[in-house]
């Protein structure tokens, strides 16, 4: 028995490396080769020796990434004999395990990271600050630059809600009102405008009456507001100034407080945030196009959890120069010639926002690192098998293992969509429930 026990099975080696001159002459010797004709013909085992496995199986944990190592290593183990394009030969002994071929749903993907928290931050300047507004997501505050000191300051993490103070100077509350006009002028009877009806509608949701709700700014609407100015311990002139309150789109999530009790109102007065936890993802560019507004994706979190998020919006490309000052190492690939007037495309991004369904799977995390996955391809009703069913041939293709009673014969498939850990097949007596072989 060549020193070798009886009862003894040799394993067959995984690569040229694992036998002496680099070269699977055993393996090869135990498969059947091809007659000119395509047939099989079979050989018999190694005297002395029982038959070994046919093939080495290639498992694909990256499809795209692998098929041409794959096909490599193929040719080089002499799965399937001397080149022929017919890939069917009888096999010695059946594969260590088994499985079915299914019919299913496959769903290709591409998984990017993100980052779980609560949306960009926007700051909340003094009046009369440099580049104060409270148009889009910065905010005006009241009583005039330098004008006052802050009496109260919310804690970061608050939630500020309509009517509610921001913050107070003087010992004056400087309430939210929602909206997307800025109070930009100062609102008394005769004013008209939307930013008239916008006052008018947050009077109205915060109880107050006698008034219409419309584009004139009139006595009545000058009652309510006197009203209004009282509970906030104001001085009733029935006049609303520029700063006297803050306009955003809607319930603010207090980020960092920037100044303290007891500062000079100027300057950034807050940073804020929106109330709803989202999902930002700098997208590289070549998957924008898996990016669709109400499109559903797959979130992973810290605790390898995953909950559902929809796409809520879709920023403009940006570009991000990341490479190393000229001279220097900064380890980028390619030869490092030239200007580098490629580089910005190769990091452009899109920003894209996304909201979880159901929140309340988020758990407690506040802020997080997350894995997105987009989904790019879905094929319905396809027979699949595991990706480490394939067997790669010399001349290129894939094949399987299919096992019949006792024996077992190789069968070209074609490859369809992969997902999931599983790859679509198709080709000639391949049907749901055919077995094929699987590494164990």
Do not use: H
């Not at 804690?155 to 003087?170: A, N, W």
């Not at 490859?415 to 749901?432: H, K, P, Q, R």
């Amino acid at each position: 028995m060549s020193g070798r026990e009886e009862g003894t099975v040799e394993t067959a080696p995984e690569s040229a490396a694992d036998v002496p001159g680099g070269e699977l002459e055993p393996r090869a010797a135990a498969l059947a080769s091809f007659d000119g004709n395509g047939g099989a013909v079979e050989q018999p085992p190694p005297e002395g020796n029982r038959p070994r496995r046919r093939g080495m199986r290639i498992a694909l944990i990256v499809a795209c990434a692998v098929v041409v190592a794959v096909a490599a290593a193929g040719a080089a183990s002499g799965v399937f004999g001397g080149g022929d394009d017919k890939t069917e030969a009888t096999a010695p002994s059946g594969p260590p395990a088994t499985t079915q071929v299914k019919r299913t749903t496959l769903t290709s993907s591409q998984t990017v990271d993100g980052q779980l928290g609560y949306g960009d931050t926007a700051a909340v300047q003094a009046p009369g600050s440099s580049g104060s507004a409270q148009s889009g997501g910065s905010a005006q505050g009241g009583g005039g630059a330098g004008s006052g000191i802050v009496t109260w300051m919310p804690s970061d993490g608050d939630t500020v809600t309509r009517g509610e103070p921001v913050y107070k100077v003087d010992q004056q509350s400087v309430p939210l009102l929602y909206g997307s006009v800025p109070l930009y002028r100062t609102l008394k009877p005769g004013s008209t405008g939307s930013d008239v009806k916008m006052l008018e509608k947050n009077l109205r949701a915060l109880g107050y009456r006698g008034f219409t709700v419309d584009s004139t700014y009139d006595y009545s609407t000058a009652a309510a507001v006197e009203k209004w100015q009282d509970k906030l311990g104001r001085s009733q002139t029935g006049e609303v100034r520029v700063g006297d309150a803050l306009v955003a789109s809607g319930a603010r999530r207090v980020a960092k407080a920037e100044l303290a009790v007891g500062d000079t109102l100027a300057g950034d007065v807050l940073t804020w945030t929106g109330t709803d936890r989202v999902i930002s993802v700098d997208l590289p560019v070549q998957y924008a196009d898996l990016a669709k507004k109400g499109g559903a994706t797959t979130v992973t979190l810290p605790d390898n959890t995953t909950v559902t998020a929809v796409v809520t919006d879709i920023g403009t490309p940006t570009t991000s120069n990341d490479s190393a000052p000229s001279g220097g190492s900064g380890g980028s690939s390619g030869s490092g010639s030239g200007s580098g007037s490629g580089s910005g495309s190769a990091n452009a991004t899109v920003p894209v926002e996304l909201k979880v369904k159901d929140a309340a799977k988020i758990g407690a995390y506040q802020a997080a690192s997350v894995s997105v996955e987009f989904a790019s391809e879905t094929r319905a009703n396809v027979l699949a098998v595991p990706i480490s069913a394939l067997f790669a041939l010399p001349g290129g293709g894939y094949a399987v293992e299919v096992v019949t009673g006792a024996k077992t014969e190789y069968r070209d498939v074609k490859l369809g969509t992969f997902g999931n850990g599983m790859v679509e097949i198709s080709g000639t007596g391949i049907t749901a429930g055919t077995v094929v072989g699987v590494p164990k």
